[in-house]
Each structure stands twice: as structure tokens, then as C-alpha cells.
């Protein structure tokens, strides 16, 4: 991107504000946010917000090094981690409470949303599954292990499906918040 994404302003919040606040209207009782040995600015841009931050100190680290990292500080009461993305910000907070409540169904199932056929973020895993990523090297590598226990759950989100990995895409998901002049 060439610039922090995560500070990145959408509809006048940095995009990392949008994304936590939607875990919390959603419900989410325990937000641990993971961030990189420079993300001061991220952690300083959700400080009024009920989150706890921890730091991967391995700079050069993939998704599930931040989730190992993370899940050290989720409760050990927690019977499922939802893994959110810093990079799908404007998830909408129902979707997160959709996911949970189906949690408490499918206690063993790993949860993944969709979206007009296409798989999205966040996904939840129940813990006990989460808790074998240190066998595997990513978390796509813990979903193919577990194929057998995996759920797609169609929802009516489009913003699950809408990354923010681009200065096109950021543009685009910009675009789309702001309402046509007509």
C-alpha cells in the first residue's frame, strides 16, 4: 500500500477504528488486537476503545505468527477465537453476532462466511482447533487439516468479501461508502 492501511480514513475513522468497532457491536466480548513491533500509531488510534494489544515481535511474520501471538492472551475460558482482518475493515457488526450464534450451535465447526459464493473474513474457530497452529504453518494449512469440520455460512455482508489490500482497493471501498452526487 505504501502506507499503514490500518490508519487509512474511512467515512472519517481510520480504518482499524472501523474494524474493532464492528467486533464490538457485534458483540465480541474479548478483542485482542496483534500488531507488528512498529504499529505504535494503530494501537495508539484504538486506545479509547476496550481492546488489548500485543505485539509479534517477528517483523517478518505471517497471519498465524499474529494469531499464535494473540491467542496466548484470548481467555482460556474462550470456547471460539474469531480471526478479523485489519484489511476488511467495514464488516458489519451483525455478521459478527451471526457468526458467534452459530458458534454456540456448532461449538466443533470452523465458521467461515460467504458471500455470493465467494468465502470471506472473519472466521471463527472453535479454540480447541485454533490451539493446533503451531503444527501448521498458516491458518489455510489448520482449515485443510480440519476440512471435515468446516462450515460456509452464507451471509447477507458484502463487506466480508471486500479487502482493502490496494491503493485500488482502498479507492474502491472509499468509493463505495460515499454516496453518488446525483
Request: proline share 7%.
Amino acid at each position: 500500500m505504501g502506507c499503514c492501511k490500518q490508519l487509512l480514513p474511512l467515512d472519517g475513522r481510520p480504518a482499524i477504528v472501523r474494524s474493532v468497532e464492528s467486533l464490538l457491536a457485534g458483540g465480541v466480548d474479548e478483542v485482542v488486537m496483534v500488531i507488528n513491533p512498529a504499529g505504535e500509531e494503530v494501537a495508539a488510534a484504538i486506545s479509547h476503545l476496550p481492546v488489548t494489544v500485543t505485539v509479534n515481535g517477528a517483523s517478518d511474520s505471517d497471519m498465524a505468527g499474529s494469531v499464535r501471538v494473540g491467542l496466548a492472551k484470548v481467555a482460556t475460558t474462550t470456547s471460539g477465537v474469531l480471526i478479523a482482518l485489519a484489511d476488511t475493515p467495514l464488516v458489519r457488526g451483525e455478521t459478527c453476532r451471526f457468526l458467534q450464534e452459530q458458534h454456540r450451535h456448532h461449538p466443533d465447526a470452523i465458521l467461515i462466511p460467504v458471500h455470493r459464493e465467494r468465502k470471506g473474513h472473519p472466521t471463527l474457530f472453535p479454540r480447541s482447533i485454533l490451539a493446533t497452529i503451531d503444527r501448521h504453518p498458516t491458518l489455510r494449512d489448520v482449515i485443510q487439516s480440519h476440512a471435515e469440520r468446516v462450515q460456509l455460512l452464507n451471509v447477507d455482508d458484502p463487506w466480508v468479501v471486500e479487502e482493502m489490500d490496494t491503493p485500488e482497493d482502498y479507492r474502491r471501498l472509499v468509493s463505495l461508502l460515499t454516496p453518488s452526487a446525483s
